[in-house]
């Protein structure tokens, strides 16, 4: 398993990193994982809890309705962060994730205050 991103950091796109598997959603060392069935509410909890302690965040997801929910979820955690004077931007990107033995297409997002 390769090293994870620090903060701040820009992950190389092309760089594989393994995952085990891609539950609804759970924090990571900095990746915020989105399915399909994830709550767009409990996902923009998460990115704004992680941009309030860490001023960065990472958002991951694999499939159209796991980015749609991710999308979904950046735009409602704007609305969380606007009474904290905070208002955030995506830095989206493509990466290659194992999961089961199979590499997937993720798209993930970096997620930082303007």
Do not use: W
Not at 25 to 45: D, H, L, Q, W
Not at 71 to 78: D, E, F, G, S, T
């Amino acid at each position: 398993m390769e090293d994870q991103p620090q903060f701040g950091d820009i992950p190389n796109p092309a760089s594989n990193a393994s995952e085990s598997n891609q539950q609804q959603f759970e924090s990571g060392p900095g990746v915020i994982k989105v399915s399909a069935k994830s709550r767009s509410t409990a996902v923009a909890g998460a990115i704004a809890g992680m941009l309030r302690e860490r001023r960065h965040a990472e958002v991951q997801a694999i499939g159209a309705g796991a980015v749609n929910q991710a999308v979904k979820a950046l735009a409602i955690a704007r609305t969380y962060l606007q009474g904290d004077s905070i208002d955030l931007i995506c830095i989206p990107y493509f990466t290659e994730v194992e999961i089961d033995g199979q590499e997937r297409t993720a798209v993930r997002f970096i997620v930082e205050p303007r």
